[in-house]
Structures are given as C-alpha cells and as structure tokens.
C-alpha cells in the first residue's frame, strides 16, 4: 500500500530556532515529491525534488531528497512566526502525508 | 496570476441532502484533482482528471460521489446524498499534465459541514 509518513505530527519552537522535518515514503510509481505549506487556507507550493542528493533552497527553506532511503527533510532555519503552519509532503501529487504542524512563538 | 477558482467557499448542508462544488482550473491545465481533508490530516485524492476522462477514482465512495469534467475544463463535484461524515475541506487542484513534473496549483477549497 502506498504511503506517505510525515514526523513529527506537531512541534513548537521559538524564533530563532532551526527545524527539521520529516517525510518518509512508500509509493509505486515515484515521479517527484513536493512539499507544500498549509496556513489557514489552500496548500502553497514550496519544493519539488526528483533528483537524490540535490539541496533544493528558498530563503531560509532548504530540501533534499534520498531516494534510495526513501525519505526527504525540510529544513527551516532562523524560524519566524510567520513560519507557523503545517507542512505537507506529497509524493507524485497523489498521495499526502498528514502533516507537521509547526508553531513558532515569539 | 492564475489561479484555481472553486465555489461555494463554504457550504453547510442538512444530511441527505444533495450538495456540488464547482472548480476552474488554471487555464490550460490539463489535470485536475480533487482532494477531501479532514481536519488534522492531510489531502486525500478522490479523482484525478485527465482532461475529459477520469485517470483515478479508486478513493471515491462511487455510492454517494460523482465527479464530471464533461468539456475538459472546469469540474463539479458531488455529494447525494451527503452524510455527518462527509463534513471536510474540498479542495480542488490542477497541474500541466502527466510528464511534466510540475507542481499542482490548489483552490481555496470549500468547507462542507453536514448538519
């Protein structure tokens, strides 16, 4: 059965603070995986990665993905309230873990 | 910049009663999604569009869900009839197309609440 697990399930952290999440997969036909940042609304788009070892980076967030073990990590460093949300990871944009939920406290 | 229109942002139905949701994608998008989430958990896909055809259903209760996108644009998604269980997050998302690796763009979704 395919399947997309995320950890941890919830973290809180202060500003300032680095964050590393998790997503580990199992899926049958991989194309891509894709990380995405929920806040009260629609998922935004944040990675994609297809490629093993290649750090993909957007400001103070980072990604990479190992496909021979399966998994990816976000990285989010110098936290700020406003990264206060849940980060998904979705494999071949078909199946979607079911989330980190990140708070960040002033 | 584009994006994925979706109605009623919010919907409140009685159980049993018949409930739809429409979704426009991003022009030229020939893939679209539909996805339920309930709170506390993560998207799941119901059906996958291909433009006119469906690509994947396999997760839509088939008893009680339809999904048409009869001119390979826009869609409508629908519940008959609706049940307290049903009440979640419909969001709808479109993507390129098949090979082109490229994300899925979502809507604002729409909340259903089965009363």
């Known amino acids: 059965e395919d399947k997309v697990v995320q950890s941890p399930l919830s973290l809180v952290v202060h500003e300032g603070d680095t964050v590393t999440l998790n997503c580990s997969y199992e899926?049958?036909?991989?194309?891509?995986l894709l990380w995405y940042k929920q806040e009260k609304k629609a998922p935004t788009f944040l990675f994609m990665l297809?490629?093993?070892?290649i750090e993909k980076k957007s400001g103070r967030l980072s990604s990479i993905l190992d496909k021979k073990e399966l998994f990816s990590i976000l990285n989010i460093t110098a936290t700020q309230t406003g990264d206060s949300a849940i980060y998904l990871c979705?494999?071949?944009?078909?199946?979607f873990g079911t989330g980190t939920s990140l708070t960040v406290i002033p | 910049e584009a994006e994925v229109a979706q109605s009623p942002r919010y919907k409140i139905t009685e159980k049993s009663q018949a409930v739809a949701f429409w979704c426009d994608p991003i022009?030229?998008?020939?893939?679209l999604y539909w996805y339920r989430q309930i709170l506390g958990q993560g998207p799941e896909l119901l059906v996958q569009?291909?433009?006119?055809?469906?690509?994947?259903d396999s997760q839509l209760p088939k008893d009680r869900f339809s999904a048409e996108r009869l001119k390979g644009v826009d869609s409508t998604l629908k519940i008959q009839p609706a049940e307290l269980g049903d009440s979640a997050m419909y969001l709808c998302?479109?993507?390129?197309?098949?090979?082109?690796?490229?994300?899925?763009?979502f809507g604002q979704g729409t909340r259903l609440t089965v009363v």
């Open positions: 998302a479109s993507s390129l197309g098949p090979g082109m690796n490229t994300e899925a763009f």
């Open positions: 899926v049958t036909n991989f194309r891509s």
């Open positions: 297809t490629s093993s070892g």
């Open positions: 979705a494999v071949s944009e078909f199946y």
């Open positions: 022009s030229g998008h020939a893939t």
């Open positions: 569009f291909q433009d006119e055809s469906v690509v994947d």
